[in-house]
């Protein structure tokens, strides 16, 4: 069974920094790409940021380009997102979601259940 | 970036009635447009892929047509279960983007 189980969300003040995670288990973690999602409270959901299964080749929200790196360690089964200097408008429930294959489609056939991140002063 | 929109924002409707949405792209997706369905408290669910390809376990009272710019989400029959927020989402350009979602309520 495809389980993804996010964590590392909280409080933060603006300017702050903060690290998610994304541990998998059910597939072989290194043959598909990842993506993290986001929704703020009340929201629709915002494609945040996509690695491929190599963890070679990333891609980013220009909402966040500069601010949040995505990686991953394929020995581990862990996704992370560092996300740096934060605001007010990065408070959402971040998923992370798998891929349809190694390349970064876009096609995201399961979800974890969400980790919410709050930046307020 | 490629907008979505999606109409209407809230549908009421009654268990048993089709239900007939729609998501409009500012520029050609091909057919590179999926939807999802999410109710309260739960992931998003992946629906349907590539416009018309329904995903693994998804009854067949859900289809999907389009290409191009306009996309159709069809809900034949509607069980208790479909009332929810249904999303679109297009992956013919980075960045990856979503529409604003439609309600599906009783």
């Known amino acids: 069974e495809v389980q993804l189980l996010e964590s590392g969300g909280g409080f933060k003040q603006p300017g702050e920094s903060l690290n998610l995670s994304c541990a998998v288990s059910?597939?072989?973690?290194?043959?598909?790409?990842m993506s993290w999602v986001r929704q703020a409270p009340g929201k629709g959901l915002d494609w945040v940021a996509a690695l491929g299964g190599s963890g070679k080749t990333a891609h980013y929200a220009d909402s966040v380009k500069g601010r949040f790196v995505v990686s991953r360690d394929n020995s581990k089964n862990i996704l992370y997102l560092e996300m740096k200097n934060v605001r007010a408008e990065d408070t959402a429930v971040y998923y992370c979601?798998?891929?349809?294959?190694?390349?970064?489609?876009?096609?995201?056939?399961?979800w974890g259940q969400g980790t919410l991140v709050t930046v307020s002063s | 970036e490629i907008v979505l929109t999606q109409s209407p924002a809230t549908l009421s409707l009654s268990p048993g009635e089709r239900a007939t949405l729609y998501c409009r792209a500012s520029q050609p997706v091909n057919i590179f447009l999926a939807w999802y369905q999410q109710k309260p408290g739960q992931s998003p669910r992946l629906l349907i892929y590539?416009?018309?390809s329904r995903a693994a376990d998804i009854p067949g009272r859900f289809s999907g047509s389009g290409s191009g710019t306009d996309f159709t989400l069809t809900i034949s029959s509607l069980e208790p279960e479909d009332f929810a927020v249904y999303y679109c989402?297009?992956?013919?350009?980075?960045?990856?983007?979503f529409g604003g979602g439609t309600k599906v309520e009783i």
């Open positions: 979601a798998k891929d349809g294959g190694s390349l970064s489609s876009g096609l995201f056939h399961q």
């Open positions: 590539d416009a018309s």
């Open positions: 059910g597939f072989t973690f290194d043959n598909y790409a």
């Open positions: 989402e297009q992956r013919n350009a980075w960045p990856l983007t």
